[in-house]
């Protein structure tokens, strides 16, 4: 069973893996298909979902709040993250030009106000700033924050895909902390062990969620060197811990970092789910987490 665990000193209390619903609109599922795996997955005590604005091109909160609606009573069993300030052009913005952020006040009141009604809810539990905008106004930022909280739209906020220096900025700003900072952490991709991002979340006792821990599958059906080494890696670790599959050695080696990511998933099949709620029983030694390390980087320690 996933316990459940606060994220920030001050809160949220989230579960202690996050399903996410990134690739909803591609599951095919109905309405009440959708509400059955959020059932599914709630039992096993995942009650954190994620979402963002954006994802399905401004479809998936849409196609979630559908599913809700069925039980509406089931919004009290879930804690709901989304994200806001990518702009996306396309058809249904003629008049954008090209994909932008944007952080100013009136785009942040006005996708909060559409993630509320596409997902049928009254509140969001976390408001995410998606990606850094190198026009973001803290003050500006600062001062939605507080009027949307006023306003009872919003309970915690935080960002994601943040430097530290950026979420510094951002803080120093807020009368309330910044709750996590969603960063892409996985056996290909882990600057943010590096670059200092990991080191603040541990130093402010504040829980990063984990995004992209798979790779976006790349880990199951690269063919790069690079790939081909953690591969053979996770498989070899794999056997020695007694996992099913490689993706659950990579789970275990997130949530070996001390800053305590929360991973976010990524499969809309309940037996995917399963099978990483079965991780979080396998322990791996710091060995056999810089063994990863070493087949990533193609080259031992320092």
């Known amino acids: ?4 665990v606060t994220i920030a000193e001050q809160g949220p209390v989230f579960s202690e893996i996050v399903q996410g619903y990134w690739r909803l609109a591609e599951w095919n599922m109905t309405p009440q298909e959708r509400l059955t795996f959020l059932k599914q997955h709630v039992e096993l005590g995942i009650t954190t979902v994620d979402h963002a604005d954006i994802y399905g091109y401004y479809t998936c909160e849409t196609l979630f709040g559908e599913a809700l609606a069925l039980q509406p009573s089931f919004r009290q069993h879930i804690q709901i993250v989304t994200k806001c300030d990518i702009q996306l052009c396309g058809s249904a913005f003629p008049q954008r030009q090209i994909n932008y952020y944007d952080t100013g006040k009136a785009h942040i009141h006005q996708s909060v106000n559409h993630s509320l009604a596409r997902l049928g809810v ?54 309330q902390p910044l709750v996590t900072n969603q960063v892409e952490i996985n056996p290909l991709h882990f600057d943010v062990i590096h670059d200092g991002t990991l080191d603040q979340m ?58 305590l990511p929360v991973p976010i998933l990524g499969s809309g099949k309940i037996e995917r789910v399963k099978a990483a709620v079965a991780a979080l029983k396998i322990e791996l030694s710091r060995e056999q987490w810089y063994r990863i390390w070493v087949a990533s980087k193609g080259h031992p320690v320092p």
Request: hydrophobic share 40%.
């Open 202 to 259: 541990q130093m402010l006792r504040t829980r990063p969620m984990a995004w992209s821990c798979l790779g976006g599958g790349a880990v199951f059906s690269g063919e790069s060197e690079q790939v081909q080494r953690v591969r053979q890696v996770l498989t070899e670790i794999g056997q020695e811990v007694g996992a099913q599959s490689i993706d659950q050695v990579i789970y275990a080696w997130v949530r070996r970092l001390p800053s």
């Open 1 to 4: 069973m996933v316990k459940q």
């Open 122 to 175: 009254d509140e969001i539990d976390v408001l995410l700033i998606h990606r850094p905008d190198a026009l973001m106004d803290a003050d500006e930022v600062a001062q939605t924050f507080s009027e949307l909280q006023q306003a009872g739209k919003v309970k915690h906020f935080g960002v994601s895909n943040f430097t530290p220096s950026q979420f510094d900025l951002l803080q120093s700003r807020l009368d």
